[in-house]
């Protein structure tokens, strides 16, 4: 039986070919998109050439402000037939029975140890569906991204982030970094978009101004408790952990440094509040282990550079 997701997306696809887009055929069914770096479908079609990129730049004010605080806020990524059909892929990608789910690095239908605080998260979506394959490149993304790495862009990894109505969980306080020091140096951006208004009352993200200043800290369970991680802190760091909470509308999106400390509450709300997140980094970031960078994924050395099918160069700047 079909869901109301695979209606909603087959829908929004009929349209958009009503209206002379065409969708291109994508091999076979579940085919690992990541072979592919270059938009696949039509999220991207309104952009006509991608070649003005001039009116997605910050302004000298905002990469100010993120120099400054380690993020910014309330950037439009997305209209509202994008926020669509991601949120029609996600609905189906929240399945745990969806053919492609082999193809995520990691996947939680629930990553909290507690039922009744629900945190969806999973890696890898780019890799199973074109919405969110193509969301990689693009520009209203690609271009501030670049300017706040100060160069050319290269994917690390996506996120998915749901927290249901009425028992969504939390997302302890952590910096980005404490988790990715198999990678080096640190020139990591990570970017959260809204799939959904994002408020104070369903759980919305909170971040603490100049904490991108501080050290590296030890990395905590990540849908443990909110404040667990705070109350470890050093007292001279408990002085200046002043979070502010950014409220944003769908489709709208934050920026935020590697070693920026956030994190978000519960969601008691009667609505879900759904998220996705692109991480990337500059251009000639190493790899800083010999294991595996992300579950599924070949080996590059330790002291080589990242790149290759699982890592794609994806704005040059």
Known sequence: MLSFGHLRLWGYYAQRRAEGFRYPEICEMNEDLSKYHRPMGTLLAHIADGKDLEHYRLSDEQVEFFRENGYLKGIRLLNDDQVDVLRAELEQLMNPEHPGRHLFHEYHSNESTDADRVLFHALG?????PGFHDLLWNPAFLVPASQLLGG????????????????????????????????????????????????????????????????????PVLAGGLEESRSSLPEALQEKFKPVAVEMKKG????????????????DTPRPRR???INVF??????????????GVPVIPKGEKMGGQFFPLLFKG
């Not at 979506?125 to 569906?129: E, F, G, P, T």
């Not at 998915?160 to 198999?182: E, M, N």
Request: charged letters at 20%; one cysteine or more.
């Open 252 to 267: 709208e999106g934050s920026f935020h440094h590697a070693r920026t400390m956030h994190g978000s509450g519960a969601n």
């Open 152 to 219: 050319p862009v290269r994917f690390w990894h996506d996120q998915l982030f749901c927290k249901p109505a009425r028992h969504g969980g939390v997302v302890a306080w952590h910096q980005d970094y404490s988790y990715w020091t198999r990678t080096t140096p640190l020139a990591h951006l990570t970017c959260w978009i809204g799939l959904d208004d994002s408020t104070r009352e369903n759980g919305c993200l909170h971040y603490v101004p100049g904490s991108h200043k501080w050290p590296d800290l030890p990395k």
């Open 282 to 295: 500059l251009d000639g970031v190493m790899s800083n282990s010999n294991e595996p960078l992300l579950e």
């Open 275 to 277: 998220a996705t997140v």
């Open 125 to 129: 979506a780019w890799r199973v569906l």
